[in-house]
């Protein structure tokens, strides 16, 4: 990852979404964006130039971008039709994203355009995020990395955050057969979030 | 059998479809895959069916393929009929802020200019206000009472377009509560869809998520109503029986929205018997 000054940013063309500059590179805000919170955190996996990414709850392509501008290609899903057009064009901007109207929950709707992928990242508000991330994992090569973003209030609003993201480890463990190997709270970026990472075997 | 979007693989054979990226596209949109034994794309493939030259190649035939596949979709989405009711009803919420709000303000700016002037004790209605506000100062004060005044008709004209769409896409719904308080549930609920797949006791509280939400957590006395509330028949009922007139309201109004989707048509019928079920409601014994 390049660090300017401990500002964490990625080299492309900017004024995608009125981002700040910082020496030609675009500044990458934590407050803003859950993978960046998860960087500042010291966690989270170097994305490579060669590396194919999912990319699970693109909405307006913000974070997309940036992920964009790290790695070959990002596959961007998304389904609500407002963040779409967003998200078109930013993907008309980098012509590595590949954006993708589909339902994250229902993969066989876009499993004939999905290649395998080295990293697969999700960032979803629904009840059932595990579900949908052990869904995907068929897109994952044999030792790839799924980035679970938890969103413990989509889960449950009345149960302990702390519960939730035990409960989730261990449905990613048990049922999904994958190996976590990191986690971190992205407070003060983002509240009652939590990363997962994960290694598919 | 293998589908994918550049053709299909049966026995490590491929088949590459012929066609242009319009035709992919209807193609991807056709196809539902069957995620057993399913495989992921690999260009390698691709190239060697023939279906595109190289990697770059690949990847730009894909893009433009889901680039067309997403245009469609948002569309097909923004084709609905509650779309643009959606759009009006929250504009009619907004205006109607914008204009308490400066309605507000101008009125104490006009307080300081007329020092002997109070709203207190007095009957005005907020356009008898803009109007004697309007007509008696000059200036940036005049001009902006003037603008308030023409968004207030501007509102007005919006609130009878909101209604009568209302009557058009929700006839049931408008049926039982008046046009305007269906639209807003509508709005709440995201959709006629989404409407019409909650249950009667969610649409009861529906708008009232902060008391929801507090009795959810913290137990405090759980919301009676929430813009059902704004309906006649509920806020007039006597305070006793006022939770289950909202109960038998939202439970009608939750059939009403589901004959909304599928039949597209008042039913008259339907529309008599709950009237009648929830005028019987709002008696006191």
Known sequence: MIWIDGVLVSRGQGGIYGERMLSDARIWDPYRSKLSALY????????????????????????????????????????????????????????????????????????????????????????????????????????????????????????EPGIVFSDAVSQLTGDGGLMVRDSAWLAPYHHDHAAIICTKS | MQSYWFGDMADGTCQPCKGDAGILADRVRARETSMDEFA???????????????????????????????????????????????????????????????????????????????????????????????????????????DIERLSATRTALAREV????EDVMPNCTALIGGLVAARLLLHAGGLEPLARLPGSAIQVLGARAALFSHLCARTPCPKHGIIFQHRRVHNAPPKVRGKVARVLAAKLAIAARLDLYRRVAVPEFIERSQARIDAAGVVP
């Not at chain 2, 009929?81 to 006009?110: F, K, P, S």
């Not at chain 2, 209604?163 to 209302?166: K, T, V």
Request: glycine residues 6%.
């Open chain 1, 40 to 159: 500042h955190q010291k966690k989270g996996v170097e994305l490579e130039p060669d590396m194919r990414v999912l990319y699970l709850g693109a909405a307006h392509g913000t974070t997309v971008s940036h992920v964009a501008d790290y790695v070959e290609v990002v596959y961007a899903v998304e389904i609500a039709p407002r963040p779409m057009q967003d998200l078109l064009e930013v993907a008309r901007r980098r012509t590595n994203v590949v954006p993708i109207m589909a339902d994250a929950a229902q993969p066989e709707q876009y499993a004939p355009l999905v290649e395998p992928v080295d990293l697969a990242y999700q960032d979803v508000a629904q009840p059932d995020q595990v579900t949908i991330a052990l869904r995907n994992c068929i897109f994952l090569k044999p030792g790839g990395t799924l980035i679970l973003i938890l969103k413990t209030r989509s889960v449950d609003t009345r149960k």
């Open chain 2, 40 to 146: 992921p794309p690999d260009w390698q493939v691709a190239v060697a069916c023939g279906a595109c030259r190289d990697r770059a190649d690949y990847l730009a035939k894909l893009r433009e393929v889901c680039f067309l596949v997403a245009e469609h979709g948002i569309r097909e989405k923004y084709s609905g009929r509650d779309v643009e009711l959606l759009q009006m009803t929250r504009t009619l919420d907004e205006l109607d802020t914008v204009i308490n709000l400066l309605t507000g303000r101008m009125a104490e700016w006009y307080q300081t200019r007329h020092p002997a002037f109070s709203r207190k004790f007095r009957r005005f209605d907020a356009r008898t206000l803009l109007r004697t506000m309007s007509r008696r100062s000059g200036g940036a004060l005049g001009r902006v009472t003037g």
């Open chain 2, 163 to 166: 209604s009568a769409r209302a």
